[in-house]
């Protein structure tokens, strides 16, 4: 399966914790995604890199979440002092440039602060 | 606040049955429109798409209804299956890839 693949697929951390997640995008695609998704709510978007530039970031993206993509492959995405206001489900996605292209979503972290 | 609206927030269907879910929209600059399937458990998968320049594009036993002057669109399901069964959600584009969601609609097709 050549998807987007993330991980951990859970995590559960307590209140304070410094968490950090992973995403594989698809190979040949230069644009990445994250997204938040909370309980009975659709995806929000939280920010996206080109390559390895971060072109745009939400307002839902404090001070305390960072997401990186250093050589423009495989992203991650940090939550300092976590709240349990960040359980979620975190997505990512990715496409290329052509804009008949979709976003491909991978299956999600799921992640719980106690 | 929400820049698309979408309902029923959830529906009850039979097998054989047609499913239909509604979403509105307020920013004119949207340009592309698409819904996507969530079972529990994975991440969103795109059924079908459109852009504004047509009013309807029909993909198997799915098929988007777009209204540009009421900035409506909605999704139906024909001759609904069980594995049907999901979360639909809609959404909708200015930017390539920046989705704004609906907040979704749980379908369960009963036997």
């Known amino acids: 399966d050549t998807g987007v693949s993330q991980n951990p697929r859970h995590k559960i951390t307590k209140r304070g914790q410094n968490v950090t997640f992973r995403c594989d995008p698809i190979?040949?695609?230069?644009?990445l995604y994250w997204y938040r998704q909370t309980l009975g709510q659709g995806p929000e978007f939280l920010t996206y890199?080109?390559?390895?530039?971060?072109?745009?970031k939400s307002r839902l993206l404090s001070d305390r979440f960072s997401a990186e993509r250093p050589k423009g492959s495989f992203s991650t995405l940090e939550i300092q002092r976590t709240e349990q206001g960040d359980s979620a489900m975190y997505l990512c996605?990715?496409?290329?440039?052509?804009?008949?292209?979709?976003?491909?979503f991978g299956n999600g972290t799921r992640l719980t602060v106690t | 606040q929400q820049q698309v609206k979408q309902s029923p927030q959830s529906l009850i269907v039979q097998k054989g049955g047609i499913s239909i879910i509604n979403c509105a929209y307020e920013?004119?600059?949207?340009?592309?429109f698409p819904w996507y399937q969530q079972f529990p458990g994975k991440g969103p998968a795109l059924l079908i798409a459109?852009?504004?320049?047509?009013s309807e594009k029909k993909e198997g036993r799915f098929t988007i209804s777009f209204n540009k002057s009421a900035k409506q669109f909605s999704l139906h399901i024909m001759d609904s299956q069980p594995g049907d069964s999901a979360t639909y959600f809609c959404?909708?584009?200015?930017?390539?890839?920046?989705?704004?969601f609906g907040a979704g609609t749980q379908v369960v097709v009963t036997p």
């Open positions: 996605a990715s496409t290329t440039p052509d804009l008949a292209s979709p976003l491909h």
């Open positions: 190979s040949e695609h230069n644009r």
């Open positions: 890199f080109q390559n390895e530039a971060q072109l745009e």
């Open positions: 920013n004119t600059a949207f340009d592309y």
């Open positions: 459109i852009r504004p320049d047509v």
């Open positions: 959404a909708a584009s200015a930017s390539w890839g920046k989705l704004q």
